[in-house]
């Protein structure tokens, strides 16, 4: 076996054995957020499916009678030395190739094509244009909207190959009919492109001629075995956040095991919502879960954990991290806070045995995929820490000591599995709320973000959002801006920017995003405007400025008046219970409206931030920045792997979300309210 990019030996377990997957299909794993999504997607159309390394050889795919073989998405660009290897005869030995993303970069690469890193790169939805008589995208139209997270694009196509999709100027799908290889720079196993369910039946049924008999069994009795295999006789400690995922959990671990081995922990860590653990304790009540109740505020605010020197730091030497309160680093904060979660003092103070005890937690497969957990996939790149995948998680997973059922389960399973148990439909629909609270929807900031790109990149969201007059003046970087966007896009660049006064300009604090792939932590994009907002050409600006400035993973709309001077320094912001306070009412506040206008089960999610930002001071006077503004940032999706903001006017009633902004803005010490324009990708559904 020649494996590209060096040699590796791989074994194969004595498991597998000859045609053990005969007609089924092979998922290689190149490190792809969304793996398990692909994995999910087959089996829901009733075939059989493995997921295995990247370098998995080919005679051992043939051997075990694989039908076809999908090749996932990767953080990786195929031209790097540190590439993952592969077999290239996976190419060679007559099963249907289906590429995604890096995937078809590797194919058309293997055969000769070039894949260079283009100046725009694409995150989010977008049209593209197909080739229809494809054997792959038989019976879609022409044009479809699809998932797109990439900055390497296919330059050169392989010989054999023909070009199936296009996004714009860009590659976005190749094909070789007559060897059954196919490959898509988007990703059709995701909510967000409308048809990939259709396309990936295509390569399935109508290119590969899989069966589609192969049927699951029932998830709830494996969790259930899983469980009572692994407990026996020992007690389980739970940690219930009042989440949908923790409840599940605690309502499996009480079907599988004598109540008496269940011990139920709610911990108020003092970075709940207002009236939070009382809300929480009460519904429990109600289900019949006896819960004990924690208040470890004051540990949380003081808590610290070990990290490494540094981030280049490569050996064992650990540091001991800020306190909790003092920590502006994200990852950071959530490590200190998934480390101070496991604490022993809860099992003393339940006088429990510690070596008779193990931890349940309600993992789910996105939590893993986001922390790189290798129980999700070897090659992912972390996109953040979530508190139930820590360092010292991943040690007591390791000494057998963590129960996690819903492991392999995406929200949307999660909830369907939580109505099959018999759970109330206000606790199995319940807006989702992390593990670490408030404190990762406060933007902490000792000093303003502000790196030497910072004005060339303000210089070309001014070309961006007043396109229309900045075309009449040459200028290096309005070609740099027009080499990012096709002839329709200018098009609709020019009729938006003639009809409305925008301004468009970073501001100085950064926030988390995923990128082809990859965690980005890089600066917000504000945009403002003289008249009442249109949100269709504000949806259309968000995903198209990541595109250009790569160092921009999001983009907000700034309420009020016209922006004439953006912040270029922040409010001094820690995790301080005059912060917390703050945004506690302004959740509070939000959520109240929302819940009142019956429009609450329209979106998946809405996180309220608050930022270090204060707005409107006179430069004159010198007024210090001492005030906050708050973000409110809607979500939509059903497996938290992708999704899009909520669009006002569409998806929910503006008049509603003008009501949140102008009652949070009677809080004290609040400056401006935002409205979070950004998908996932390029932005990640929560700020840090």
Known sequence: MALCNGESKLEIGSTEQNGSCEGAVVILDAGAQYGKVIDRRVREMFVQSEILPLETPAFAIREQGFRAIIISGGPASVYAEDAPRFDPAIFTIGK????????????????????????????????????????????????????????????????????????????????????KLYGTQFHPEVDLTENGIEMLHNFLFEIAGCSGNFTVQNRQQACIDEITEKVQKSKVLVLLSGGVDSTVCTALLNKALNPDQVIAVHIDNGFMRKRESQNVEEALTKLGIKLHVVNAAHTFYNGTTTLPISDEDRTPRKRISKTLNMTTNPEEKRKIIGDTFVANEVIGELNLKPEEVLLAQGTLRPDLIESASHLASGKAEVIKTH??????????RDEGKVIEPLKDFHKDEVRALGRELGLPEEIVSRHPFPGPGLAIRVICADEPYICKDFAETNNILKIISDFSASIKKPHTLLQRVKSCISDEEEEKLMQITSLYS???????????????????????????????????????????????????????????????????????????????????????????????????????????????????????????????????????????????????????????????????????????????????????????
């Open 96 to 179: 249907p190739v289906l590429g995604i993303c890096y995937g078809m970069q590797m194919m058309n690469k293997v055969f000769g094509g070039t894949v260079h890193r283009k100046c725009m790169r694409e995150d989010g939805v977008f049209n593209i244009g197909l080739d229809n008589t494809c054997s792959l995208f038989r019976g879609l139209q022409k044009e479809e909207l699809v998932l797109l997270t990439h900055g390497d694009s296919v330059d050169k196509v392989a010989d054999g190959f023909k070009v199936v999709a296009q996004s714009g100027n860009i590659i976005a799908g190749i094909a070789n009919e007559q060897k």
């Open 387 to 396: 508190h139930n995948d820590t360092e010292l998680i991943r040690k007591l």
């Open 502 to 688: 925008l301004n468009a300009f970073l501001l100085p604090i950064k926030t988390v995003g995923v990128q082809g792939d990859c965690r980005s932590y890089s600066y917000v994009c504000g945009v403002t405007s003289k008249e009442s907002p249109h949100w269709e050409s504000l949806m259309f600006l968000s995903r198209l400025i990541p595109r250009m400035c790569h160092n921009i993973n999001r983009v907000v709309y700034v309420f009020g008046s016209h922006v004439k001077e953006p912040p270029t320094d922040i409010t001094p912001t820690f995790l301080t219970t005059g912060v917390l306070s703050t945004l506690r009412q302004a959740d509070f506040v939000a959520h109240s409206i929302f819940r009142e206008s019956g429009y609450s089960s329209k979106i998946s999610q809405m996180p309220i931030i608050l930022t270090p930002l204060h707005f409107d001071r006179d430069s004159l006077q010198k007024q210090p920045s001492c005030r906050r503004s708050v973000v409110i940032r809607t979500f939509i999706t059903s497996d938290f792997m992708t999704g899009i903001p909520a669009t006002p006017g569409n998806h929910i009633p503006e008049e509603v979300v003008l009501k949140m902004v102008n009652e949070i803005k009677k809080i004290p010490g609040i400056s401006r309210v935002m409205y979070d324009l950004t998908s996932k990708p390029p932005g990640t559904t929560e700020w840090e």
